[in-house]
T-cell receptor, first 113, second 110 residues
Framework: DAMVIQNPRYQVTQFGKPVTLSCSQT?????MYWYQQKSSQAPKLLFH???????NEADTPDNFQSRRPNTSFCFLDIRSPGLGDAAMYLC????????????FGDGTRLSIL | DQQVKQNSPSLSVQEGRISILNCDYT??????FLWYKKYPAEGPTFLIS?????DKNEDGRFTVFLNKSAKHLSLHIVPSQPGDSAVYFC?????????FGKGTRLHILP
């Protein structure tokens, strides 16, 4: 089955220690998204890629970076995680068309010690 | 400021009855609206959508209604089933971005 896969499902890191979350897709979608979701909040878009074109949201902290080495993979790097970065991180993909739904992975829950 | 609002954090409905989830939005430029369903420990899954040029879209037990003048949409589930217990996110699209509401947790009671 075509899908969006996020690894790991649970990640624990120390305050200030860099961490990388990964996302892969078999849907061959050209757009990939990273969202941050905190408890009882709406998923918040951090950035997205059209193919290799990177689009950062204006309020995404500089602490968050992303890489997309190819169509299938996308990474979220948090350079110096703070306690406020503990959240669920969701990856999604879509076809480049404004009227197409996004397909989500199951997320990575990040905890900061 | 929230552009997509789901004002009911939770809703309980008897099995077999109709569930109505509501959503309001502020941006008149939104041209496509979606509902997602989320179970615990899983990502959101797409449920149903509606274009801004329509006022109703139906898919089996699920119907979405759009009232553009009121900037309001609703999701009707009838009849409600135990497997419908989940968090439902309303979302709205402008160009390439989707803005989500905070979600409504639906409990289907036996």
């Amino acid at each position: 089955d075509a899908m969006v896969i996020q690894n790991p499902r649970y990640q624990v890191t120390q305050f200030g220690k860099p961490v990388t979350l990964s996302c892969s897709q078999t849907l061959n979608h050209n757009v990939m998204y990273w969202y941050q979701q905190k408890s009882s909040q709406a998923p918040k878009l951090l950035f997205h890629y059209y193919d290799k074109d990177f689009n950062n949201e204006a309020d995404t902290p500089d602490n968050f970076q992303s890489r997309r080495p190819n169509t299938s993979f996308c990474f979220l790097d948090i350079r110096s995680p703070g306690l406020g970065d503990a959240a669920m991180y969701l990856c999604a993909t879509s076809i480049y068309d404004s009227n197409q739904p996004q397909h989500f992975g199951d997320g990575t829950r990040l905890s900061i010690l | 400021d929230q552009q997509v609002k789901q004002n009911s954090p939770s809703l309980s409905v008897q099995e077999g009855r109709i569930s109505i989830l509501n959503c309001d939005y502020t941006n008149s430029m939104f041209d496509y609206f979606l509902w997602y369903k989320k179970y615990p420990a899983e990502g959101p899954t797409f449920l149903i959508s509606i274009s801004s040029i329509k006022d109703k879209n139906e898919d089996g037990r699920f119907t979405v209604f759009l009232n553009k003048s009121a900037k309001h949409l609703s999701l009707h589930i009838v009849p409600s089933q135990p497997g419908d217990s989940a968090v439902y996110f309303c979302a709205a699209s402008e160009e390439d971005k989707i803005i989500f509401g905070k979600g409504t947790r639906l409990h289907i009671l036996p």
